[in-house]
């Protein structure tokens, strides 16, 4: 019999050439959760060129809960995100980027309310205040958070933020593509469940560049929209399946 203590909680990280961010945000990941809950750390390196295995590969070597995935090529932070979870062995899953902007300090709250929440919430999705970004990043993400908002009514200020915790199982039940990692809020409240908010504070990433740029995402979002709108429309209910016993 195993004595290994369940996981409750995987922590899942994507990232693509975030070597110099990768032991900071380790060792802030297990500085936050350490004595709350049981955890594994979860890095999905999606196609990174600089040393980001190489650092992974030291800290794996140090840390018995740290598991590392890899995508041969970049396929981009949806699937990452993706793989991350679904080798998730914990039914909550927390998600932040890789790069240090998203503070690790908020994991606990974001877990505490997923977890008080019950069955009925299914999310619960950091909002941004304070942000580092430069003026035209932000401007830009007030827009498109607006014209979501208008055409999904999902009610959230903020869906690019990347600190979040899940169901594993409400997350495996929505359809993927490339981009989910931005509709989430509104694609959980078509299953059926609740969101929950809190506030986190971002701050400048530790070292890097972005990985993600403005225009050359901008026709596939809008695109996305309408997709993510037209699967809103064509929700129907889950009937009840209540299995026949014979007699």
Known sequence: MSTETPVAVSIVVPVRNEAGNIVPLITEIAAALDGLWSYEIIY???GSTDDTAQR???EMARRPNLRV???DKSTGQSAAVRSGIRAAHGAMVATLDGDGQNNPAFLPDLIAALEKGGAGVGLVAGQRVGRKDTG?????SRLANKIRNAVLHDGTRDTGCGLKAVRRDVFLMMPYFDGLHRFLPALVRREGYDI?????????RHSGVSNYGFFDRLWIGIMDLAGVWWLI???KPTPVAIEVKSC
Do not use: S
């Open 196 to 204: 929950a908010y809190i506030d986190v504070i971002d701050r400048p």
């Open 136 to 140: 035209f990043k932000k401007l830009q």
């Open 44 to 46: 999905v390196n999606d």
């Open 69 to 71: 995935l890899r995508h």
């Open 233 to 235: 429309r064509r929700k």
């Open 56 to 58: 992974l590969a030291e």
